[in-house]
């Protein structure tokens, strides 16, 4: 029997890290159709701020539950998270270690959860974490045309504590029965608002780059592509993330998030004719096969321990 709450909660991060599977896959899509890398680094987000500003002026003190100290620790880590997906690509890293890089993720997901929020890291999440990383290295395959910068593999690794602490904050903060809206505005408030405000300094430095072209002409096809983009990646999954946040431990959300790189390559694959390989196959069904057994096995466990208590306070004995 399965507890029909927690496995909502845990199919939603789940669909959460196959809709950030998008970003990736958008981003490519979106500059195929002419978009520079400026457009796509600020654009999305300012368009979910303004979707998102009537709905959520009236409760914008709802984000100040957060302490000072704590606002400032998820707005750098979305920084470096940003930062440490797109400039290591320009030092020489492949891709592939680049994503190898970011998706360390649950491992410092763990470390925080247990060292600093004492949460209990059992048998089963030693497993999954296992298996997923496996398939993680498997399915990357950092090491096929390796080419190495510490500054880039530093800034790459930064980016995967960066997206840990989100994941810490996100559940903080769901727990603390923060408004979705008001999380996702101030999310794509700050991972906007640093990019526009270095824009200037960097287009005086390179002001005939097509890194630094920035336009709002960009025609009806690419607007309709980049609405829906921003909508599925930076408003329901986000969302999904943070309504299953509430129920699931943080460590959980961290590995289901890794269905993203998945994802991301199973659209590579069908829409961009990506070659499909070996290690693709096998990485990929290693961290589906992980996810599955997590979300389950959890469910099934607490519905087991609510039965248990139930049984318990009525004097009978469980078997």
């Known amino acids: 029997m399965i507890n029909k709450t927690l496995f909502l909660s845990y199919m ?3 669909m959460a890290g196959i809709l950030y599977g998008g970003v990736v896959f958008g981003v490519k899509v979106l500059a195929n159709m002419g978009m520079s890398i400026s457009e796509l680094l600020i654009l999305p987000n300012v368009i979910i701020v303004i979707l998102l500003a009537p709905f959520i002026y009236k409760k914008i003190n709802n984000f100040f539950i957060l ?3 704590l606002i400032l620790i998820f707005a750098t880590t979305l920084f470096m998270t940003q930062v440490g997906e797109y400039l290591p690509l320009f030092m020489g890293l492949s891709v592939s270690l680049v994503e ?3 998706y360390t993720q649950p491992l410092w997901t763990i470390l925080f959860s247990v060292f600093f929020l004492h949460h209990a890291f059992k048998i089963r999440d030693a497993i999954v974490c296992t298996f997923v990383l496996l ?3 498997t399915l990357i395959n950092p090491f096929n045309g390796f080419h190495f910068s510490i500054t880039g593999s530093i800034l790459a690794l930064l980016a995967g ?3 840990s602490a989100f994941v810490l904050v996100n559940t903080y903060a769901s727990n603390k029965k923060m408004s979705s809206k008001v999380f996702v505005f101030f999310s794509n408030i700050f991972l906007s608002v640093p990019f526009i405000i270095i824009y200037p300094f960097i287009y005086n430095v390179f002001p005939h780059s097509e890194f630094m072209r920035f336009s709002l002409d960009l025609g009806w096809q690419t607007w309709t592509a980049l609405l829906i983009y921003s909508i599925g990646c930076y408003i329901i999954a986000p969302t999904l993330l943070f309504y299953g946040s509430r129920t699931i431990p943080p460590i959980h959300s961290g590995l289901l998030l ?4 998945v994802v991301a390559i199973c659209l590579d694959i069908i ?3 990506f ?4 290690n693709i196959i096998i990485g990929g069904m290693l961290i589906i096969t992980a996810n599955i057994y997590l979300i389950i096995s959890e469910s099934m466990a607490k519905k087991k321990e609510r039965l248990y208590k139930k049984d318990n306070y009525y004097g009978r004995s469980v078997k």
């Open 12 to 14: 939603a991060v789940a």
């Open 100 to 102: 190898l890089f970011i």
């Open 161 to 163: 504590v960066g997206l």
């Open 258 to 261: 890794l269905l993203e790189p």
């Open 271 to 273: 829409f961009l004719h």
């Open 67 to 69: 302490s000072p100290i």
């Open 135 to 137: 398939g993680l290295i």
């Open 275 to 278: 070659n499909i390989t070996w």
